[in-house]
């Protein structure tokens, strides 16, 4: 069974960085597309950067280009965004998404295993 536990995040000013995790198992992970989505309250979930099988592809939307970073460390099955100069509209729950062949990159229904999320606050 897939398990995506992710961590990392907390309360940061507008402006700071946090670096997020998420830790898989249960799953061949080298074989999957990973992908980091947020929903902030009373708002649809929306995607934010993916990451290709090998790591070559990296897919980022637009609202984060230039300030988040995704990468993956196969051998210890982990997934990362980096997310610097953060705004306070970046405030959400973040959530780690793993799928062997997604439909989309960008899609959260095309992702078929979930984490539990971890929460950003970022202060004005």
């Known amino acids: 069974q897939v398990q995506l536990v992710e961590s990392g995040g907390g309360l940061v000013q507008a402006g700071g960085s946090l670096r997020l995790s998420c830790a898989a198992s249960g799953l061949s992970f080298s074989s999957y597309v990973m992908g980091w989505f947020r929903q902030a309250p009373g708002k649809e979930r929306e995607w934010a950067a993916s990451?290709?099988?090998?790591?070559?592809?990296?897919y980022y939307a637009e609202f984060v280009k230039g300030r988040f970073s995704i990468s993956r460390d196969d051998a210890k099955n982990m997934v990362y965004l980096q997310m610097n100069s953060l705004k306070p509209e970046d405030t959400a729950a973040y959530y780690c998404?793993?799928?062997?062949?997604?439909?989309?990159?960008?899609?959260?229904?095309?992702?078929?295993?979930w984490g539990q999320g971890t929460q950003v606050t970022v202060s004005s």
């Open positions: 990451i290709s099988r090998g790591g070559n592809g990296l």
């Open positions: 998404a793993a799928d062997l062949r997604p439909y989309s990159y960008t899609v959260d229904t095309a992702f078929g295993s």
